[in-house]
């Protein structure tokens, strides 16, 4: 073999195939998302990201990533020509060709480390800059508009919205890569050896019929063959291995809402029943991984025998050949070698089918949640609208999502200094009223009249946000002077000699608020907290804890009056924001935020008849639809 020529002829060869390669690829992902259901699915998702109009850099990192692809292949050729030249110079005991093939081998070896390692960085960066946008699309859609509240209200809410979003883009973006680049590696490879093996195998006789170039008709019978059965074997796992990530989340969210419930669940005693909750989610978990083994004994046990066989099966048919010297070793070998590829890759088909269909299944997932999302988007909205610092409501009605009538035409003017007070029987709609004007229940028509921003609601469980209490202090405003993101663990640190034996303690902590507030800032929040009576809690201000669990409730609703000082909003909606304290605290939390916040317009809603004397004004709902304004 002439390898300097061979050189040339890999050069034109890639270039050939590239060209080729390149617009097959595009037309046929262009063919998928028109003609084919997941295709179409796969383009809504992420057609943007391939935009030219956003970027040319996806486009341009796909085609590279083919690029390498098919080097890839043209290597593998390299190789198995090379295996032949080897095997060809022992069998002939020549010592010079024997050592220019070990030369070469070094060139070709090093080729092929430096080709897999910038197509893995290559690989690795696309992916990573394709989950980032993938998740910033799925993420803002899910925050925007508040589609992670709105679509409880649909008929068919969605489940484990966590794992859409940050598993299934993982798995999404990758399989994706891998399954699009195993098919154009597998068929150009097909191609290129078939050649190879096309020039190797000689005529056969099957039944005193002569069959030229049986080799190769015989491996694609024999895939084909393996392939049908295969697929007749492996279709269950499709729907096992959608149940697989369906189970398991199950059990997951219910282990999640365990530690999110803990301590009602420690009063009530509850472990038996979650226990036997628990247990039978993951009784499904295991019951189907066991499906999944007996399945997958059957599917690999074929697929096992098959490329076992498929080991020998070219020595068999060539050996006649060979004995009559009509071939050399290194034929044989690589004639060995190309069947043994060739047969890989009519493999990867019935491979990946299996992993094709667990790919669908989370294209499916996804495909629901971006569905869910834009349902939730048409969900209908309260007229919300903007008369400067205006708070007033216009012919509302409201009900509930099954038509059951709460609130009818309901006529108020909410002016500053004139606190109102929503009272009614439990059920009347009280709550429901705060989220209709709060613009998140879709079941009202009217007119609600309040300022864009500068509204404030505090419910009668405070949210505590994951981090410090200064967090939770601030929560929803971003902490003045706070840094972005906490800075990853420094890779040699990870490195080390040997595993650190705690691998916690490479982590960085994870709030780092203590460092960059300023002094102003940290004194104002100091003083809130003594004012709200939590001055116990002032020198703590930067520890991370699970304040949600450590505060009590009247702590934690005194936290939220702390928060309502700092935010000075225009309007505060309080919904039994002071139930968990005594009257003597919520006299003295509403007579602060009177003092502090004298302009603020102030609606709450409440059972005690205490907090008439903050509140001038009452609304009293009393049941299917009717009301009463009045004045104390
Ligand atoms: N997401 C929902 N789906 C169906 N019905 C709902 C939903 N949210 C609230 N409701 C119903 O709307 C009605 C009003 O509920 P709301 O929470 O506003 O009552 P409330 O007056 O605040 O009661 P309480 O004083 O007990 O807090 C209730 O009958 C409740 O069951």
Redesign the pocket.
């Known amino acids: 073999m002439d390898w300097q020529q061979e050189v040339i002829n890999s050069g034109v060869w890639v270039v050939k195939a590239y060209v080729i390669t390149t617009l097959v690829f595009g037309l046929t992902v262009w063919a998928l998302a028109k003609f084919t259901v997941w295709g179409g699915h796969f383009w809504s998702i992420t057609g943007g990201y391939f935009s030219p109009k956003r970027s040319w850099r996806p486009i341009l990192a796909v085609a590279l990533i083919l690029l390498l692809t098919l080097s890839a292949v043209r290597l593998d050729v390299l190789f198995s020509n090379w295996y032949n030249s080897m095997y060809t110079s022992l069998q002939k005991l020549d010592e010079v060709a024997f050592w220019a093939a070990m030369w070469l081998f070094a060139v070709l070896a090093t080729t092929h480390v430096i080709r897999s390692l910038f197509d893995f960085y290559v690989q690795q960066a696309f992916t990573i800059h394709w989950r980032v946008w993938l998740n910033e699309q799925l993420l803002s859609g899910w925050l925007n508009e508040q589609s992670y509240y709105r679509s ?2 649909l008929d068919k809410s969605i489940e484990n919205p966590d794992q859409r979003i940050q598993q299934d883009i993982t798995v999404f973006v990758e399989s994706s890569l891998t399954l699009s680049m195993g098919v154009v590696n597998a068929l150009v490879s097909t191609i290129a050896f078939t050649a190879i093996l096309w020039g190797l195998s000689g005529p056969l006789a099957i039944m005193g019929v002569d069959i030229p170039r049986a080799m190769v008709f015989l491996v694609f019978l024999y895939v084909i063959i393996a392939t049908v059965f295969a697929i007749h074997i492996g279709r269950p796992l499709i729907l096992l291995n959608f149940l697989n990530e369906r189970f398991n989340a199950n059990y997951r969210y219910a282990l999640v809402r365990l530690r999110e419930y803990s301590e009602s669940i420690a009063f009530y005693a509850g472990e038996r029943v979650e226990g036997a909750l628990l247990r039978s989610r993951f009784a499904q978990v295991i019951g189907n991984a066991w499906a999944i083994v007996y399945r997958s004994l059957k599917f690999l046990g074929f697929n096992f025998t098959v490329t076992q066989a498929a080991v020998v099966f070219p020595f068999i048919i060539q050996a006649q050949r060979f004995f009559t010297k009509q071939i050399s070793l290194g034929d044989l070998i690589q004639t060995a070698q190309a069947f043994g590829r060739l047969q890989d890759n009519l493999s990867f088909f019935r491979n990946a089918y299996d992993n094709f269909a667990s790919y669908r299944a989370t294209l499916d997932r996804l495909t629901g949640f971006r569905g869910a999302i834009e349902q939730a988007r048409q969900l209908p909205e309260p007229d919300v609208s903007e008369q400067g610092q205006r708070l007033a409501l216009e012919s509302l009605t409201v009900t ?3 038509g059951r009538l ?1 609130i009818e035409n309901l006529n108020l003017d909410i002016s500053e200094g004139q606190p109102l007070l929503i009272r ?1 029987p ?8 705060l989220r209709a004007i709060a613009g998140l229940w879709p079941y009202c028509h009217g007119k609600i009249i309040r300022p864009a921003t500068g509204a404030l609601f505090l419910s009668q469980k405070p949210y505590i946000p994951l981090g410090s209490l200064r967090d939770a202090l601030y929560y929803p405003q971003a902490l003045p002077g706070l840094k972005e993101a906490p800075p990853m663990p420094d890779e040699s640190a990870a490195a080390g000699h040997g595993a650190p034996s705690n691998l916690d303690a490479i982590l960085p902590p994870s709030d780092s608020a203590a460092e960059t507030m300023d002094a102003t800032h940290d004194e104002q929040a100091r003083k809130v907290l003594r004012q709200v009576q939590l001055g116990h809690l002032a020198d703590r201000l930067d520890e991370t804890a699970d304040w949600g669990r450590i505060l009590s409730l009247g702590e934690q609703q005194r936290l939220a009056f702390g928060r309502l000082l700092l935010a000075k909003p225009i309007a505060a909606f309080l919904d ?1 924001a002071t139930s968990a304290m005594d009257e003597g605290l919520e006299d003295a939390m509403y007579r602060l935020v009177r003092e502090q916040l004298p302009q603020m317009a102030l609606v709450s ?1 409440g ?1 005690r008849s205490t907090l008439l004397v903050h509140h001038p004004r009452q609304l009293t ?1 009393k049941l299917e639809g009717a009301w009463e304004l009045s004045n104390s």
């Open positions: 409880q209200y509930t999502p099954n709460l009614g439990s059920g009347a709609g009280k709550t429901t009223l039994e809603v059972h709902l």
